[in-house]
């Protein structure tokens, strides 16, 4: 979808007849049409279940939960 929509941007982008605010939105329409609905239903889900988790098992609360995906990028952490 993403060489769809760029092969279509650059197409569109050079035709000067062409409007280019529905270009855009054709190109959002393309990327967004591989993305599955559920999907952020089920990241929702992922984060909660991480929350309980953590306070199960490890007895670490989480005050933000929104940034548990990005905690495997840590690498040093001080308290």
Request: net charge negative; proline share 6%.
């Amino acid at each position: 979808a993403i060489v769809s929509a760029i092969s279509v941007f650059k197409e569109g982008w050079q035709d000067e007849t062409r409007n280019q605010f529905r270009l855009i939105l054709h190109v959002v329409i393309i990327v967004t049409s591989v993305v599955p609905p559920e999907l952020p239903m089920e990241l929702s889900l992922a984060v909660t279940n991480s929350v309980a988790d953590l306070m199960k098992r490890c007895h670490v609360y989480c005050t933000e939960p929104y940034r548990i995906p990005w905690a495997g990028q840590v690498e040093t952490c001080c308290f």
